[in-house]
């Protein structure tokens, strides 16, 4: 049997992101990276040691993510931080967190990239008695009871939430869909979601822009050739929206216009293209949890109680959303 970690939709059992300030990280070149004390030692004695596995840094997301993971992963909250940039490769991944049990870390946080593929190296991180706090996206796994906690969204609510917006306002849309990294929780939830709300034969075709604006354009250059009827883009986030924004300029066709554009994240970026008009509608996803994570490291450590999983809070925008709003915007 497998066992899945679901989500529920109910919003009562979201609890909202109150983490608030982000501090400046140097960009990490991919690799590990041990965080020091402000006096430059390492810090060691008395702090829980974390080994904190990043899936990348593929998106403005995963930027304000591990900024918010850094900020509050600190030597002062009590954290001794061990932190690898996996740059969406799942090998990289299952060597940095077999790097963490040979480092004894007292607790492993990992952003798995894809949802499968995670049996043996969970296992391992069991049989060394390492508590797990599984951060963003999730796992489909055999291990039974393979992490403590869960923290991120309810990716499947925000696909709902966008195709509501869409049979609403767009009832006869043709629809091209860029996917995020395949079997990444992010997109098999969040199309899930969005396809049974449109209904599928709103669909005219899919293609992956593994979350990046690169690959976002270069989807949706070829998307613009093979569905000429197309007047409708889903895109699992901002950053292949913005992406496919350069593309259908380049088409000489209007983004907001003759193309409609949906996204989920709600980046800076994101929403300025909906102040510019270029994005119709951008359903939120929170990236700013970095004090949830530090405490559901903290009460796993100390065996504490708490619940499975815990909801990241999302809301969503239309192109009623001011340029106040942006600027104030933490990420
Ligand atoms: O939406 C995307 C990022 O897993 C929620 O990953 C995250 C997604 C986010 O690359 O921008």
Redesign the pocket.
């Known amino acids: 049997m497998l066992t899945r970690s679901r989500r529920t939709r109910g919003v009562a059992a979201a609890i909202a992101v109150l983490a608030l300030g982000l501090t400046a990280c140097s960009s990490d070149s991919g690799s590990e990276s041990k965080e020091t004390s402000p006096a430059g030692g390492d810090v060691t004695s008395g702090n829980i040691k974390v080994g904190f596995s990043q ?2 840094a ?5 930027t304000a ?1 591990t900024e918010s993971v850094k900020a509050s992963l600190t030597a002062e909250n009590g954290i001794d931080l061990t932190f690898s940039d996996a740059q969406q490769k799942q090998e990289n991944q299952i060597k940095a967190l077999r790097d963490f049990i040979d480092q004894g870390v007292d607790v492993i946080a990992f ?1 798995p990239v894809v949802e499968t593929g995670w049996d043996e190296v969970l296992q391992e991180i069991k049989d060394a008695e390492i508590p797990v706090v599984l951060v ?2 999730t796992v489909d796994t055999h291990v039974v009871d393979p992490y403590v906690t869960w923290i ?2 309810d ?1 499947e609510a925000e696909g709902i939430t966008a195709g509501e917006w869409v049979v609403e306002n767009y009832p006869d849309a043709k629809i091209f869909e860029l996917q ?2 395949l079997g ?3 997109q098999v939830d ?1 199309e899930a979601g969005f396809d049974a709300t449109v209904g599928e034969s709103h669909i005219l075709g899919k293609a992956s822009g593994n ?2 604006r690169a690959e976002g354009k270069a989807a949706m250059e070829a998307a613009l050739q093979a569905y000429p009827d197309m007047n409708l883009l889903f895109a ?4 292949m929206g913005l992406g496919a924004i350069e593309a259908i300029e380049a088409a000489g066709k209007v983004p907001g216009k003759d193309i409609i554009i949906v996204t ?2 709600g ?1 800076r970026d994101g929403l300025q293209a909906l102040v510019d008009k270029k994005f119709n509608y951008v359903v939120e ?1 929170n ?1 700013v949890f970095g004090d949830q994570i530090l405490d559901a490291i903290t009460k796993a450590h100390n065996g504490e109680q708490q619940p499975r999983k815990t909801i990241v809070l999302d809301q969503a925008f239309d192109q009623t959303i001011t340029q106040a709003v942006v600027d104030a915007r933490l990420y």
């Open positions: 899936l990348g593929e998106s403005g997301w995963r993510n952003s963003d996206r991120g969204a990716f995020g990294t990444s929780g992010a969040r979350f990046t699992h986030n901002d950053d989920v994240d980046v996803c990236p």
